[in-house]
């Protein structure tokens, strides 16, 4: 039992308004539904809120009741934790302001919006009592193409009116779209969702959303989306060949199992045609040809408005649609002749003939009546004679008048029998329509089967060669690698030998001061740096090394050091070069010290 939340009274289960206060009344929740803070409430003192019927990530949407016109409106309300967001504040006011003006039979009417005493934005549009595109193609694809013809051109008739407008809807989907039973029109159609989250076009106008966002529903996105680049009315109409080629084929036109590998094969990958994955369904080549060229992943070979494009589907050559009865009276296996009874054949009067006798008397009379006298009339005499030629003439007027009757019944039967030589004509005409229609059939999908298989080879083949070029690239690197190494390795065990033979051990030598950083200890390294004033000749065990300074990288050992200088004299000392450190020998030939 409901109660009113104004009075506080029971109310009859089912009932729309409280019996005593006449309240709008909240229907029952659900067993297991959470509590709502909208739901049996009036929101601005305006909808009564009935019932929550869907939700996503910006907000929730309700069923409620306009209170002064006693009619349902979609109420949808914008989750309070995004108002902090003062962008998204301001684009929920531009955008709703856009989408109220849109007047259009195919596009959802926004009758309200505004910011309610909480900061609560809201949005009211008018209720949609149908299903939406989503339900239909789950529950009933593949759909007729007449009918894929009819909602997609009201789908692109609301674009068309959106894209005037400067608006891009840029999340085309099912769910976006409902489908309702009107009394003159079976599929009415009205998109939703014009209102959030979407570009302004509008010359002298900043966008409403940053370059580089990306947003939209995965599976519908243009490859313009995944990129970030700027969209354009194109990017809808690729969504709308992505609806209508899963109304043909009940899927989409890319099966993934990762969000990256979607986004890898939109960008890469060209979709099969829906004749290829339903090939018990006759599709129109009109139809598929439109609908492979909006799917396209470059704009440039999409239709280039959304008028164009309904221009287009409307103008598709579509086989008429069949039903149940239609296709047993066409089918050759139940062809029934139809029965034509022989009419009687016309008689009309006979002929008579008098030959020797009076004109214009009954044939029943000169066929043997007999006369008055009771004579026979096969006396003899002149009147006998008289009597049988009378007979004779009868006899052979009917004989004609019998054979005429005979040629009139067999020319009625040529008749016959030329209507049942021409209805058998026209079955084995049928028949043999029939048979080429199954073999035309079985060329198509042979054909289809021979292009997925090629398509398969040249993809394992491709497969195959970016396999063995990976594998030889990878071969190459390791040779040079291998090779690098081998160079570094001869280089290092040629140094080492020649350090070997060397009489100094291992020598290296610059020009300059700490032109060698101290080597590890390990490594049994140690620097000498020799310098003379004004200058010096460098003579290390014997072995000139130039002028002054001079630095050496030497073998851990001691070494006879010489410094000489042409006109100042020599100096000479032994010096012991430690592994990892440095030893100066400073020579100053003015003063004669060391």
């Known amino acids: 039992m409901s109660t009113c939340a104004k009075c506080h009274r029971d109310v009859t289960e089912g009932a729309l308004y409280c019996g005593f206060c006449g309240a709008p009344v909240a229907p029952p929740r659900a067993e297991g539904e959470a509590d709502d803070a909208y739901i049996g409430r009036t929101f601005r003192g305006v909808y009564f809120v009935q019932q929550r019927i869907g939700g996503g990530g910006m907000g929730q949407v309700y069923k409620a009741l306009h209170k002064t016109l006693d009619a349902p409106v979609a109420l949808k309300l914008l989750k309070k934790a995004l108002l902090a967001d003062e962008a998204i504040v301001e684009r929920f006011h531009r955008e709703a302001r856009a989408a109220s003006r849109l007047r259009h039979p195919n596009v959802i009417s926004v009758t309200d919006f505004g910011q ?40 692109l008739a609301a674009l068309a009116e959106a894209h005037a407008a400067g608006i891009l809807h840029r999340d085309l989907k099912p769910e976006n779209v409902m489908v309702e039973v009107r009394r003159d029109e079976p599929d009415a159609v009205k998109v939703l969702d014009f209102g959030i989250a979407k570009i302004q076009l509008r010359e002298g106008q900043q966008s409403l959303t940053d370059a580089g966002i990306v947003c939209g529903t995965p599976g519908y996105m243009s490859p313009e989306q995944w990129n970030g680049e700027p969209l354009d009315a194109r990017s809808d109409l690729y969504a709308v060949g992505v609806m209508m080629y899963e109304m043909l084929t009940g899927r989409l036109p890319f099966q993934a199992q990762t969000p990256m590998e979607l986004v890898r094969k939109h960008l890469t990958e060209k979709p099969a045609p829906p004749s290829t994955l339903r090939p018990d369904r006759p599709v129109s080549p009109d139809l598929e040809a439109l609908v492979m060229r909006s799917i396209s992943g470059e704009r440039e070979e999409r239709p280039v408005s959304a008028e164009a494009m309904r221009g287009d589907l409307l103008g598709c050559a579509l086989a008429p649609e069949r039903d ?8 050759p296996k139940t062809l029934v002749l139809p029965h034509r009874p022989s009419p009687a054949p016309k008689r009309g009067p006979t002929p008579q003939f008098a030959v020797g006798g009076t004109p214009g008397r009954s044939q029943g009379r000169e066929m043997g009546e007999p006369e008055e006298s009771g004579e026979s009339s096969l006396a003899s005499g002149p009147r006998s004679r008289s009597k049988r030629l009378a007979v004779v003439a009868g006899a052979g007027a009917a004989a004609v008048a019998i054979a005429l009757v005979v040629v009139a019944m067999r020319s009625h039967t040529y008749g016959e029998g030329a209507h049942a030589s021409q209805d058998l004509e026209e079955r084995r005409s049928l028949e043999e329509q029939q048979r080429l229609d199954e073999l035309r059939v079985a060329e198509v999908r042979r054909r289809a089967e021979e292009q997925q298989r090629l398509d398969e080879q040249r993809r394992a083949e491709e497969q195959r060669r970016a396999e063995e070029q990976r594998r030889a690239e990878e071969q190459r690197r ?54 003379a004033f004004p200058f010096g000749q460098v003579l290390l065990n014997g072995r000139s090394y130039g002028t002054t300074p001079r630095e050496f990288l030497l073998t851990k050992g001691t070494y006879r050091v010489r410094a000489t200088h042409p006109t100042l004299g020599e100096r000479e000392k032994w010096i012991a070069v430690p592994a990892g450190g440095r030893v100066r020998w400073t020579v100053d030939f003015d003063d004669g010290r060391r």
């Open 116 to 155: 309610a005493e909480d900061g609560t934005l809201f949005m009211a549009m008018e209720f949609i009592a149908g299903r939406s595109l989503a339900r239909i193609i789950a529950d009933e694809s593949p759909l007729a193409d007449q009918r894929i013809v009819r909602i997609g051109a009201q789908i």
């Open 324 to 331: 149940a009865g239609a296709t047993a009276r066409e089918s």
């Open 478 to 531: 390791a040779e040079e690698q291998q090779g690098l190494e081998e160079q570094r390795n001869g280089e290092q065990r040629r140094k080492s030998e020649e350090r070997r033979k060397s009489p100094a051990g291992s020598i290296e030598v610059r020009n300059q001061i700490n032109a060698f950083d101290i080597p590890h200890k390990s490594s049994g390294l140690g620097v000498l740096t020799v310098t």
